[in-house]
């Protein structure tokens, strides 16, 4: 009995050192993630850069600490907006065009805001021919569960004459997070070629969409650069520094929080109540 009740004590012993280091490994984790959401949510109140959040998430973790401060960077940087791509970028398939949805009118049909940025997008595609071009946009047609925005670009671009082997549908994205994540997820696996990228949309979603594009391609080690944009000149719309916030916080993987930012500060047009994994 005696050896019995030693060989049970030596198993729990050895099964709570293992957890041990699972449970740091949590709580390390979880720590590192309320010092992102701490700096991005500061910047986004104040405007400015909270170095304390940063240095003590470098002290849990240096790699991350050095790619959300090079984020930072990036959300600081002023970025013009561009009516159209300018001359001077890659004229082979190494440059990517990547058209950032909208909204769907209840029948599935495009809103003329989406149609004004395929025109920026069909300019585009005629200046840089050889350019792969990725649409990106889930569902948001709500009496057409068929319908996708990324679907209709595509189609509205055909139309307009454009060669369907350089089209890319990415469908499934329902915030300018996931066109991100699934964009970049796309292009290393179908297109590894591609090492610029070029944003097209409305004027007040290109700062938004740089941010995003440049940080996931950070939090993923990617060789990819946003180098460009052109965008349609929109009479109204805006996106605040919260929203932003709310969207980095998407991309380092609290959906929730990130779901419950957008609810309390999306505002533009007529978005329909969100749902999260799926612009």
């Not at 009118?105 to 585009?124: F, H, S």
Request: glycine share 6%.
């Amino acid at each position: 009995m005696k050896n019995n009740m030693i060989a049970f004590m030596l198993v729990l012993c050895m099964a709570f050192t293992m957890m041990v280091p699972a449970l740091a490994e949590e709580t390390s984790h979880d720590a590192a993630q309320s010092q992102i959401e701490r700096a991005v949510v500061s910047y986004a109140a104040n405007g400015t850069r909270d170095q304390e959040a940063l240095s003590a998430l470098a002290s849990l973790d240096p790699v991350l600490g050095e790619k959300w401060t090079r984020i930072m960077d990036l959300w600081e940087a002023n970025v013009p907006v561009n009516e159209a791509l300018p001359d001077g970028l890659p004229e082979d398939d190494s440059l990517c065009l990547i058209g950032l949805g909208f909204q769907l009118n209840p029948d599935g049909t495009m809103r003329d805001e989406l149609i004004e940025r395929l025109k920026v997008m069909l300019a585009a595609s005629e200046k840089y021919p050889n350019a792969i071009i990725v649409c990106t946009g889930g569902g948001t047609a709500a009496d057409d569960p068929t319908a996708t925005e990324a679907g209709r670009m595509a189609e509205w671009l055909q139309a307009q004459g454009v060669n369907p082997s350089r089209l890319v549908v990415e469908d499934h994205s329902l915030t300018t997070a996931q066109n991100a994540i699934y964009t970049f997820n796309i292009l290393a696996e179908q297109h590894p070629q591609v090492k610029q990228i070029a944003i097209v949309s409305s004027d007040y979603h290109i700062a938004t969409g740089t941010l995003l594009f440049g940080a996931e391609a950070i939090l993923r080690d990617s060789e990819i650069e946003v180098v460009s944009n052109a965008s349609w000149h929109a009479p109204s719309g805006t996106l605040s520094a919260m929203f932003q916030a709310g969207a980095l916080i998407e991309l380092s993987g609290d959906v929730e929080t990130a779901f419950d930012i957008y609810y309390e500060t999306y505002d533009i047009h007529e978005l329909p109540p969100l749902a999260s994994g799926g612009d």
